[in-house]
């Protein structure tokens, strides 16, 4: 053997070099990383308030869901004017009648504050419990993005008064179409945030 040729004994690891950091480097990525933290924090809080927010509206699909699998039940059908005149309640922004002159007397309390039918008529927003016929309509389609039929109220209306042989004499397409429009408005009614 050969004195001159070296042997496996002899090898030595080769020495790594250092690991690299993943850390950024500089000011302007740990910038960047906070801005990035911050709004994906943001964006998530803001979704957790709309989702805390849409509680009434999930609620309400889910009775819904619950009316329909029951649409030839008369029950059912006269609670869809109910199931709407609550959800249009739980809406953040409905104000109840008179809710305004509590806020002006509790800001003025020397000022005596007359509530009278002739002085609530103009002044004050009207509570959804308190629509009826045309106004009712025009509520409902304010707050909708989608059209709406032009004699929804007077439909529900109907289902809610009408004798029990009229509500019988539905055809299916009819009941299942209010369904649908009930459905479709508490879906898509606007809540002003």
Known sequence: MNPNVPSIDQLQEIALPAAVSYAPQTWGWW??????????LLVSARRYWQWRRDRYRREALLRL??????SDDLNALRELPELLKRTALSMPAAQPVGASLLVMAAQHPTTKVVDSP?????SLPQSPAALGKDDWQAFLQRHC???????????????????????????NEQRQQLFDTCKTWVEHHHVAA
């Not at 910038?31 to 994906?40: F, I, K, W």
Request: aromatic share 4%.
């Open 31 to 40: 910038a960047l990383l906070a801005l990035l933290t911050v709004t994906v």
């Open 65 to 70: 869901a619950q009316l329909q699998k029951r």
């Open 118 to 122: 002739l002085s609530r008529a103009g």
């Open 145 to 171: 993005k989608q059209p709406l039929p032009a004699n929804f109220s007077q439909q529900l209306s109907l289902l809610a008064y009408a004798p029990d042989a009229a509500l019988r004499a539905l055809p």
